[in-house]
């Protein structure tokens, strides 16, 4: 059934049912029910790129209920991308991306958003840095390189803000200048925001853009729009940045000029679709745009540029306009009649519902008010032709959501030609000057700056905390192993602990990799010795001492304790996701023999705790013993089953080990089903009988099931482990099952 049947269908079962209850309270759910459905019908159409009919649902939708500004977000993607293809054209990307290809002529100390420097640089979980008032001013919502959300609780990366004082200076302090001037702004002291920029402007020529931005923020709010526009403006000749794209855009809504602002947010978005603040903007300028204003007259919005609030919400009633808005109590009677209308004439159902199908027809029926023309008409017509043309200035929302093919990313604001023309030479000299990329200055570069404050080593992995300090990755793992706190600032890192999302700080990697390549490649030989130290399987292999493990039987672990989870971490990083099992000891620390276990999954948990699930292979026997950062190690020989030739002695063998299996079997069915069911949860069912039963070193797998399910002491279960004559094992096995067989069963 499609979404328009069921919306029709639903609309008369709750007309009817309103109607025979006679209960406001189900006349409002028909309306909420059928506002929702509408809604729905308005984001499917959005989502599949049908602008024209998505732009009729959600006005329909408008006419039921109130929406919300956030609730055209799918809306606005569908107008953005309609906007990027008119922009672009055939072949012609009018700038829309420049953003993306001047990324490539970043040097290390850019930001990643702005391009400016970073200034003081904070660094995200995922591993990028950006300046911090990019952060505070939630220029962006993901990381521009990984998509990453951003959580806003970052704070400065301890390490490279040091850094950046020591090697360059005066960059560092002309952007805590531009911070003071941001503060001015914060603390509404735009006089003297003004003040401090233009002197940073006239004395600092490479602020300018970063500057001027900032002094159109004061501009704007002390009401002098011509001069922040101007500052918008050479930064947009500049960098044709999204920010500046959005100050613009910011500045004309201040003015009232709504329509020229929509085509400047549509334009900053284009530039950079994760701008949070210009899509909310949009979305509450198409909400005012599409809503009924309460069934008034909608005011076109050349009037209502004139009105004294710039805001779209601020709209005036015409002065020939007689009607009177219904008041709450007539528009609920209103409701009313028509569900009982609805009720009375079920005949005009399918009229009522094609009339819904094309909201066009009836909001011109009973919406449009003294011929007015709607906005949700023009937004409709939007699209009807490529390009914009002097006829058609009077149609508000085409001209707010076409593109100028002149000029891409600037709206006009009457600035002359020549001032243009002065503005671009300026800006090209300035974008000329910005590409020369920085270099660390040889004299200051000291391999002690990048030194790990745990290890005292070069850093390797360098991973930077929420709260701004830097560790090898190796180091910071073993503290939080420990306590889910910063090393040196003692901060909670609980929630980081449980993301365990230890990304290298790509700033600082690249920084050792190119000034510090030496000291690097001796400080990646030594992990590389260590790693393949903590690799060989028969020398210092780490040893879990907990309890009894066997070939093919599975073996899950809760590891909780510090030099364990370190012990497991290190058999993951090493590849070989291998350790050994044996149990305690009181004399040597643990038994002579074990079983080595793999690891197939960990799951960890968020304080850090892990599960493990492994299974047994191969056996050892322990040559000598040893300790390794808190955990037992050992030198091992592995253990094989001495394999049987004589042809005979196999067919007895073979004998010995299908009468074990018989007998096995059948204690195993008898078992009550408590213990039954808990063997089978813990350890699997039986394995199948083996054709070949000298086919793996182990020797058959039903024996090692067996052994670890029998209810028999761990002295015992070692004994048998340790055997390499599968006839023995056998034997062994075969006298504990007819001694619990002797047992009576109660």
């Known amino acids: 059934m499609s979404l328009q049947r069921q919306v029709g269908n639903t609309v008369e079962e709750r007309s009817a049912s309103a109607f025979f209850i006679g209960a406001d309270s189900d006349t409002l759910s028909v309306e909420e029910d059928h506002h929702q459905l509408i809604l729905q019908k308005a984001n499917a159409l959005a989502s599949e790129n049908c602008l024209k009919e998505a732009i009729d649902w959600f006005t329909v939708a408008m006419r039921y209920g109130p929406v919300r500004p956030e609730q055209l977000s799918t809306f606005v993607d569908c107008i953005l991308r309609n906007f990027k293809s008119k922009a672009a054209g055939p072949g012609a990307p009018l700038g829309l991306n420049r953003d993306e290809g001047d990324r490539s002529r970043d040097d290390v100390f850019d930001c990643l958003n702005c391009h400016s420097f970073l200034g003081e640089p904070v660094t995200l979980a995922c591993g990028h840095s950006y300046c911090k008032r990019c952060l505070e001013r939630r220029l962006f919502s993901k990381c521009k390189l990984c998509k990453e959300p951003t959580r806003g609780e970052e704070k400065a990366n301890v390490i490279l803000c040091g850094l950046l004082e020591k090697w360059f ?27 401090l920029a233009t002197d940073v402007i006239q004395h600092d020529p490479e602020t300018t853009v970063s500057a001027r931005l900032s002094r159109a923020e004061a501009y704007m709010a002390l009401k002098q729009y011509r001069l922040a526009l101007e500052d918008t403006e050479f930064c947009l000749e500049s960098s044709c940045s999204a920010e500046a794209a959005f100050r613009k855009a910011m500045v004309l809504y201040e003015m009232g000029q709504v329509d020229e602002s929509l085509q400047a947010f549509l334009q900053c978005l284009a530039v950079d679709e994760d701008f949070p603040r210009a899509k909310r903007q949009v979305e509450k300028i198409l909400c005012d745009l599409l809503s009924p204003d309460d069934e008034n007259v909608k005011v076109g919005l050349r009037e209502t540029t004139q009105n004294s609030s710039p805001h779209l919400r601020s709209k005036t009633l015409a002065a020939d306009v007689q009607t009177q808005p219904l008041s709450p109590v007539q528009r609920q009677h209103q409701h009313q ?50 390009q914009l043309g002097d006829q058609e200035k009077g149609s508000l929302l085409k001209r707010k959501l076409s593109v100028s093919d002149t000029e891409p990313c600037l709206v006009d604001s009457g600035s002359s ?46 991973v930077t905390t929420p709260c701004g300090h830097t560790f090898c990755k190796n180091c910071l793992e073993r503290c939080l192993d420990h306590t889910p706190q910063c090393p040196l600032c003692k901060e909670s890192l609980k929630e980081y602990l449980a993301c365990r999302k230890y990304n290298v700080t790509t700033v600082l990697d690249m920084l050792i990799k190119q000034y510090l390549s030496q000291e690097f490649a001796e400080r990646t030989k030594t992990h590389l010795e260590e790693t393949k130290e903590l690799s060989d399987l028969t020398k210092n292999v780490p040893i879990f001492v907990c309890t009894m493990a066997y070939p093919t039987v599975p073996c899950p672990l809760h590891v909780f304790e510090p030099r364990y989870r370190l012990m497991i971490r290190r058999c993951m990083e090493t590849g070989t996701r291998q350790f050994g099992m044996c149990i305690n000891d009181p004399q040597k620390g643990f038994a002579d023999h074990g079983c080595m276990l793999t690891i197939r999954s960990v799951h960890f948990l968020p304080d850090g705790r892990s599960v493990v699930d492994t299974i047994g292979g191969k056996r050892f026997r322990v040559l000598s013993r040893g300790m390794k950062d808190g955990y037992s190690t050992a030198d091992i020989e592995h253990l094989e089953d001495t394999r049987v030739e004589d042809r005979e002695e196999l067919e007895s063998l073979q004998e010995l080990h299908d009468e074990v299996y018989e007998q096995a079997r059948v204690w195993f069915q008898n078992l009550k089903i408590r213990f039954h069911n808990q063997i089978l949860q813990h350890f699997g069912p039986m394995p199948e009988r083996e054709a070949d039963i000298q086919a793996t070193p182990n020797g058959p797998a039903c024996c090692w099931w067996l052994l670890a399910v029998l209810p028999i002491d761990p002295r015992y279960q070692l004994s048998v482990l340790s055997m390499t004559s599968l006839k023995e094992r056998l034997v062994k096995i075969q006298h504990i099952l007819t001694y619990l067989q002797s047992i009576p069963n109660n």
Not at 169 to 195: F, N, Q, W
Not at 341 to 355: L, V
Not at 371 to 384: H, N
Not at 423 to 452: I, M, W, Y
């Open 417 to 462: 030609k020549h001032k243009k023309q002065g503005v671009a030479k300026g800006s090209k000299q300035q974008a000329a000057k910005a590409k020369t990329h920085r270099s660390v200055p040889g004299d200051l570069l000291d391999p002690n700056d990048f030194e790990c404050s745990l290890c005292m080593r070069l850093y390797y992995e360098p």
């Open 169 to 195: 200076p005066d960059e560092m302090s002309r952007s805590k200048t531009i911070c003071e001037v941001e503060g001015l702004c914060r603390g509404k002291r735009y006089r003297e925001a003004v003040s």
């Open 337 to 386: 009649a028509r569900a009982i209308s609805a009720h009375h004439h079920q005949d005009s159902q399918e009229k009522r519902w094609e009339s819904l199908e094309r909201p066009n027809l009836s909001r011109a029926h009973s919406l449009r008010v003294h011929g007015s023309v709607c906005g949700e008409e023009r937004l409709k017509r939007v699209w009807s032709a490529p």
